[in-house]
């Protein structure tokens, strides 16, 4: 059986997904006996050209990690969609956006004048900023990638055939992408476009805590507030804010565990499109606020006002691929 | 017309990187050499406007290979702005996080970053100069590289939640004590990664030993160095002083609020990372290396038996302090695993560990400004948060190891093109035959 051809390229990244895949520890050894890698800059020497001069579709695997931050990314992405038969969009930048997406928000300073002018430690008197193209007095031209507007996910640039989402993703979750590349090697079937390799249900479902019918709560903590978190019973009433109604399973109810309130960074369930918005109305369902109407944008309003920082609470790693920030990314573009 | 070289992507290393080399018309003389980060991605700003203690959940996506350190560095910062006391098993806890995370980061670095040039040799075939295939080729070490990690790694996700990006620590501690089951199961594994750690400093030895030219002679490069001690000169990599050691060896420490008395950063137009400088000599004379050489040359002793010991041994063997040759980087690297291993031992069988007195309750946020600094396994962070009267982060300032080292590598790299391509280093410099062919 030839091995598959794997290429894994980065985006804007934090190689977290390396890490985590480095964690498979012992059953590396079962992955190398399925991939031969061709391309992995974190842990492998081989450059751009030796992933260019392969031909179109000879790369069986393609995974991708990190948002499209840069004409970099977006770059590296088209060559990978190229090159792979399958691409994979592995980890929650690549799937959503991620935490790199918050910088979506319609700021009223630029992001280049803060990081390069305004820091307190900064010393930049003649105003220097990151060029996207300089000339020298040669006449040659050093470049750098440019900064695009958003940070967003792979399948905003373009066609993705299966996503593995998590921040990183959990080990069981690449073994059971080993399991599907094993599959494949044997068998030639791959499962239905679009799948996401993950679970099925809410992180309710796995989480395991009890959940009363009617949830009700009065106010939210913060994580240092509160004093003694009852293991076994649902966070929501116990006053913390936990994004499990909204959120895939597939990691094991890692942050519960640790009575810490999920996040979302196994993304939204099936056929949701906006994460966040999904959790802004199962809480105010919870909160038994007449819905039979839908939800009215008071409503809205009211339940986001409860809460100082939306954005960060219900879509700490969807941002990028959120309703709400194509509505900022309009407003900004008038 | 000068000619301009590019190597990109530089490989094995976490983040977008890429070399640009500038040599003379006649390919003689080097003009320039920089390493150029691609990208970035404005942590500073989207960390405003997020709930203080949400930071340390969010930053730790700075760096995948090193999130523990981007964790527990804003607890501290937001800790110092709100006036918060933490619990003194609180602190020890962090602590055995963070050297759990030294250990398999240190171990990552060493085994699959770095051992590859030294096994197959710098020329190797690229398909073969990879970790994938020393875990194949030397089945014994591969195995045992493979069981360190996993402790470490293991060891931070029994702490912190998670294996990468955790989530334990909070302003006034943390969520949740460390299980007496998980102490017994990392205590039993304990001496065996100690006799596994033995086995690695004997590895790294020997190649110091075979490439000791190359150490003792290519990229040997005075510069300024910064790492974090305690007050007293001990190595310290949770809670000492910002230490700066100029290159002739003379050491000043300061408070980490001192921060902006110590360092600038300077913006250059090819990069998108900033370069740090001590700003008492300014840029770029003042350009410094940060990690374990820096944590090393900025110590006085290390803070256990063995790793001290492996310390002085390394100072007789080079002969200088500060030690300025840029590939002991991974001998001090090998002594930090040294302490990590003993600093582990020494906190799983301190009683205080498994304590659940973990968090204090007196914690409300004020309107204030608090620095947290800890030493990652690639240098120092220093974190600079800025809170409102509701808890709200306003304004950050983030100093990771990328920026300080930035200044010094490109003058490293310079030195070392110069080296190689001006006087034709390589051709004197003995290399010993690969382990592996
Ligand atoms: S998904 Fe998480 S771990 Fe992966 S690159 Fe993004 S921030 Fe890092
Ligand atoms: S809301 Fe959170 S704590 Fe409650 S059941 Fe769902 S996942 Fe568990
Ligand atoms: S509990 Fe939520 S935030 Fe935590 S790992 Fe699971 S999906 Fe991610």
Redesign the pocket.
């Known amino acids: 059986m030839a091995k598959l051809k794997t290429a894994i390229v980065l985006g804007a990244t934090c190689a977290g997904c390396d890490v985590a895949i480095l964690d498979l520890n012992e059953k590396i050894f079962e992955v190398d006996d399925l991939c031969e890698f061709v391309f992995w800059p974190t842990a492998m020497d081989f450059k751009i050209d030796d992933l260019l001069a392969l031909e179109d579709g000879e790369v069986d695997i393609g995974i991708y990690h990190g948002a499209i931050r840069t004409s970099e990314d977006l770059e590296m992405a088209e060559i990978l969609r190229k090159k792979a038969k399958v691409v994979v969009a592995f980890g929650a930048c690549a799937n959503f956006g991620g935490i790199p997406s918050l910088d979506n928000l319609p700021y009223d300073q630029s992001l280049f004048d803060l990081v390069y002018e305004q820091v307190p430690s900064m010393d930049n008197p003649q105003g220097t900023v990151p060029l996207e193209i300089i000339e020298l007095k040669s006449g040659d031209e050093l470049t750098l990638p440019k900064m695009l507007k958003d940070a967003g996910a792979l399948n905003s640039v373009i066609d993705v055939d299966y996503y593995v989402p998590g921040c990183p993703p959990m080990v069981p979750l690449i073994e059971k992408v080993v399991d599907v590349l094993k599959k494949f090697s044997e068998t030639g079937t791959l499962p239905p476009k679009g799948t996401v390799i993950a679970g099925e249900g ?3 479902e ?4 009890e ?1 009363p019918e009617q949830i009700s709560y009065h106010a939210f903590f913060s994580p240092q507030e509160t004093k003694k978190i009852d293991p076994d019973k ?3 009433p116990q006053g913390i804010i ?4 909204a ?1 895939r399973s597939g990691c094991g ?1 890692l942050c ?1 565990k640790m009575n810490v ?2 996040r979302g960074c196994m993304g939204p369930t099936v056929k949701v499109k906006d994460h966040g918005l999904k959790m802004i109305s199962a809480l105010t369902s919870l909160l038994e606020v007449d819905t039979e109407e839908g939800m009215t944008e008071e409503q809205l309003e009211k339940i986001v006002q409860r809460i100082p920082d939306p954005l960060g609470t219900f879509y700490r790693f969807t941002y990028g691929s959120s309703l709400i920030s194509k509505l900022h990314s309009d407003k900004e573009d008038k | 017309m000068p000619k301009i070289y590019e190597v990109e992507p530089v490989t094995r290393l976490e983040g977008h990187g890429g070399l640009i080399l500038k040599v003379s018309d006649d390919g003689k003389k080097v003009l320039d050499a920089q390493f150029n980060v691609t990208t970035t991605r404005f942590f500073e700003k989207f960390v405003e406007g997020r709930f203080m203690e949400h930071v340390p959940r969010i930053t730790p996506r700075i760096c995948g290979i090193c999130p523990i350190p981007h964790h527990i560095a804003p607890t501290k910062a937001v800790e110092d702005a709100w006036n918060v006391k933490i619990p003194p098993a609180a602190f020890k806890v962090r602590e055995l996080l963070l050297q759990a995370k030294q250990y398999s980061s240190h171990l990552l670095h060493f085994y699959a970053l770095a051992a590859p040039d030294f096994i197959y040799g710098p020329f190797a075939d690229p398909a073969k100069r990879n970790v994938v295939s020393i875990l194949k080729d030397l089945p014994a070490e591969g195995k045992m590289a493979l069981e360190m990690m996993e402790y470490g790694q293991a060891l931070c996700a029994a702490i912190g939640g998670k294996s990468v990006h955790p989530i334990v620590s909070i302003p006034g501690g943390l969520k949740n004590p460390f299980s007496e089951e998980h102490r017994d199961f990392f205590l039993k594994d304990w001496e065996r990664q100690v006799e596994y750690t033995k086995k690695t400093v004997e590895i790294a030895l020997k190649v110091v030993t075979d490439y000791w030219d190359v150490v003792a002679n290519v990229g040997v490069v005075p510069t300024w160095y910064l790492g974090v001690a305690k007050e007293d000169g001990t190595h310290d990599i949770h809670d000492g002083m910002l230490s700066i050691c100029n290159p002739e060896g003379k050491i000043k420490r300061y408070k980490p609020q001192k921060y902006l008395e110590v360092i600038g950063e300077h913006v250059t137009s090819h990069n998108y990372g900033t370069h740090t400088f001590i700003k008492e000599v300014g840029y770029p004379e003042g350009v410094y290396q940060t990690g374990p050489l820096g944590m090393i040359n900025v110590a006085e002793r290390m803070n256990t038996p063995l790793a001290d010991a492996a310390l002085k041994e390394m100072r007789d063997k080079i002969g200088t302090n500060p030690i300025h040759n840029v590939f002991a980087f991974h001998w001090a690297r090998i002594i930090e695993t040294v302490a990590a291993i003993e600093n582990i031992g020494n906190l799983l069988k301190d009683p205080d560990i498994v304590s659940t007195d973990i968090k204090t309750m007196d914690v409300e946020p004020i309107a204030g400004r608090g620095v947290g600094m800890v030493e990652a396994p690639r240098g120092t962070l220093i974190y600079d948060l800025t809170s409102d009267e509701k808890g709200i982060c306003r304004k950050a300032n983030l100093l990771v190891a990328t920026n300080h080292n930035l200044g010094g590598i490109d003058k490293l790299v310079t030195h070392v093109a110069k080296q190689i391509i001006e006087q034709d280093a390589l051709k004197s410099i003995k290399l010993p035959d690969p382990w592996v062919k």
């Open positions: 809410t992180l309710c796995e989480c395991g805590r959940k649902c966070l929501i936990c994004m499990g109604p959120t109810a519960t309130g999920c």
